[in-house]
C-alpha cells in the first residue's frame, strides 16, 4: 500500500487512493440502503480502503450516518475526512454558511453522526462570500485546540483565500476536482500548493465515471442523478465530442496492461506525491479496481509522451451548470 503525505506544517499520511463517500446516498443513482453500504464501507476497509471521504451535505447526513455505524470499532484504522459549509434547513441546502457558530455546530454534529471524538480532516465545502477567510480558519483552530479536529483544508476556494486562510491556520489540503479531462488545477493550483507545501485532493478523478468508458454517448441520465444537468453529459453533443479522451485512455490502459479507471487514476498520482485522487464507488469489485491502481506505474519518457497527447485533446461542454458555478469563488 503505497501512501502520501498531505501538508508539510500539518502533515497527514493517507493512501494515495481514498474513497470518496457521495455515492453512497444516491449521487449517481438510485439510493442503495442504508445497511448495505454501512456493510460495504466495512469491507471496502478490510479491503484496505482506509482514506473516507464524506460531507454533512450527503445526505443530508447520511454518508457521515453510515461511516460512524461502519467504523464502529476499528475507527482507529481509518483517517476520515468530512465538510461544512452548507445552511442546513428541514433537511435541505439552501445555501452557504460558514459562520463560526455554524462551524461550531456542523463539527459536533459530524462527531456525533461519525461515532467519534475527532475529525481527521476537515474541510470547509465551498467559501461563505459573507465569511472571510480568517474567520473560518480562527474557528477551525478553536476546534483543533480543543482535539475535535486534526487537520483542515478547503474546496474549490481561490488562491487567494487559501494563502489568507493558510496564513492564520496551516492548510492540510485542498480539495478540488482534478482529472484527465479537467485540468484547471495545473495551472492555477498546483505552482500555489507546491510553494506553501499543501496536499491536493481530487473528487470526480474519473470525470464522474466518463473516462471509464462505461457511459454510452447516447445516455440520458435520470433527473435524479447530478450529471443530468452537467453541460458534459445533459448535451450528445458534448458526450459524443469527447469520445476521443476515452480513446485515449483506453489505448494508454491498453499498453500499461491496466484498466481505464485504474489509468486515469494512476497518471493522477504520477503528477505530484502529495496528490491523492479520491473515486467514489458502492461496488466491491470496483473498490479493489481503484485501490489497485497506486501500482500503476510510468517512466519520465511515458509521462512525457502521454501528457503531449493529453494536450492535443479538446475537451467540449463546460463541467458545471450556471447554479452551480455560482457557488464556486473565483
Not at 500539518?10 to 448495505?36: F, H, I, T
Amino acid at each position: 500500500m503505497k501512501t502520501a503525505i498531505l501538508g508539510i506544517k500539518s502533515p497527514l499520511k493517507v493512501r494515495r487512493v481514498g474513497l470518496g463517500c457521495w455515492g453512497m446516498v444516491g449521487a449517481y443513482q438510485p439510493v442503495p440502503e442504508k445497511k448495505d453500504m454501512i456493510r460495504f464501507t466495512r469491507k471496502a476497509v478490510e479491503q484496505g480502503a482506509t482514506f473516507l471521504d464524506t460531507a454533512e451535505v450527503y445526505g443530508p447526513y447520511t454518508s457521515e450516518e453510515i461511516i460512524g455505524e461502519a467504523l464502529e470499532g476499528i475507527r482507529d484504522q481509518v483517517v476520515i475526512a468530512t465538510k461544512f459549509g452548507f445552511n442546513i434547513q428541514n433537511g435541505q441546502s439552501v445555501g452557504l454558511d460558514s459562520r463560526p457558530e455554524t462551524i461550531r455546530k456542523a463539527v459536533e454534529g459530524s462527531l456525533r453522526r461519525l461515532k467519534t471524538d475527532h475529525i481527521d480532516l476537515l474541510y470547509q465545502h465551498r467559501a461563505d462570500p459573507k465569511v472571510p477567510a480568517e474567520e473560518v480558519a480562527g474557528a477551525v483552530s478553536r476546534l483543533v485546540e480543543e482535539g475535535k479536529v486534526l487537520h483542515w483544508g478547503m474546496s474549490e476556494v481561490s488562491v487567494r483565500t487559501i494563502r489568507k486562510a493558510h496564513a492564520v491556520l496551516p492548510l492540510t489540503a485542498i480539495q478540488n476536482e482534478y482529472s484527465l479531462w479537467l485540468r484547471d488545477a495545473e495551472k492555477e493550483y498546483l505552482p500555489v500548493l507546491e510553494e506553501l507545501g499543501i496536499g491536493l485532493v481530487c473528487f470526480s478523478p474519473l470525470g464522474r465515471g466518463y473516462l471509464t468508458g462505461k457511459i454510452p454517448y447516447d445516455t440520458e441520465f435520470n433527473k435524479n442523478d447530478v450529471r443530468s444537468d452537467m453541460p458534459r453529459f445533459e448535451k450528445p453533443e458534448a458526450l459524443e465530442a469527447n469520445r476521443k479522451i476515452v480513446e485515449f485512455v483506453q489505448k494508454w490502459a491498453k499498453e500499461k496492461g491496466c484498466t481505464p479507471a485504474q489509468f486515469a487514476l494512476a497518471w493522477l498520482i504520477a503528477q505530484r506525491p502529495w496528490i491523492v485522487p479520491i473515486p467514489g464507488t458502492t461496488k466491491q469489485n470496483r473498490l479493489e479496481e481503484n485501490l489497485a491502481s497506486d501500482q500503476v506505474t510510468f517512466t519520465d519518457e511515458e509521462m512525457q509522451k502521454i501528457n503531449k497527447e493529453l494536450d492535443r485533446i479538446q475537451i467540449v461542454g463546460a463541467r458545471y451548470n450556471a447554479q452551480q458555478e455560482s457557488l464556486l469563488e473565483k
